[in-house]
């Protein structure tokens, strides 16, 4: 419980420092025409800031199932998060639970060693994040290879020049 209360902190702070650095690297560079690597760079920075407020809200998800099955008294057996609507009669035998952080699911466990995943986060969740944590790192992989330059000494789409385009080889360094 003590590292999902430590890492709800972390992911509800990490997309507003990722979407204040796209709309930062937007308004910088992104309006003037031609700059492809910063729209790409802030598109990446967006879907990771997206990602990670959607995990946020699965790692919650988490929590309250967990709270729930922490707590005791009247009503807490069987575990509540595992008493899944149609399958009641396997949550009689649960002696305990489990949280799985990839993909985010709260497990319940049963006496003959199995297991089933109650459905405490919904389905959306991972499949989402998942598609948003891509589209982060496949944009932010076009925005550095768009960023940088050519091989060739063709400069790049943001009009950096290649590293060697400035530097005079052969006969013409001395004005021959």
């Known amino acids: 419980m003590l590292f999902l209360l430590l890492l709800i902190p972390v992911f509800l702070v990490l997309p507003l420092a990722l979407a204040g650095r796209g709309l930062g690297v937007l308004l910088r560079d992104g309006l003037r025409r031609g700059a492809h690597p ?17 995990y946020a809200c699965g790692l919650l998800f988490i929590a309250v199932a967990v709270l729930e099955a922490e707590d005791g008294g009247t009503d807490a057996s069987p575990l509540r998060p595992c008493r899944v609507p149609g399958r009641e009669e396997r949550a ?5 639970y489990s949280v799985d952080y ?25 499949p989402a994040a998942l598609a948003l944590a891509l589209a982060a ?19 790049a789409a943001d009009g950096t020049p290649a590293a060697d385009a400035t530097r005079v080889v052969g006969p013409e360094r001395d004005g021959r």
Not at 92 to 96: K, L, T
Not at 102 to 121: M, N, Q
Request: net charge negative.
């Open 38 to 54: 910063a729209w790409l760079s802030s598109a990446a920075a967006f879907s990771g800031a997206a990602a990670t407020a959607l």
């Open 92 to 96: 009689q035998h649960v002696v305990d």
């Open 102 to 126: 990839l993909p985010l699911r709260f497990v319940c466990e049963t006496k003959d060693g199995g297991s089933y995943s109650a459905e405490a986060v919904p389905g959306y969740v991972n």
């Open 137 to 155: 790192v496949v944009t932010g992989g076009a925005a550095a290879l768009a960023g940088r330059p050519a091989a060739d000494g063709t400069p």
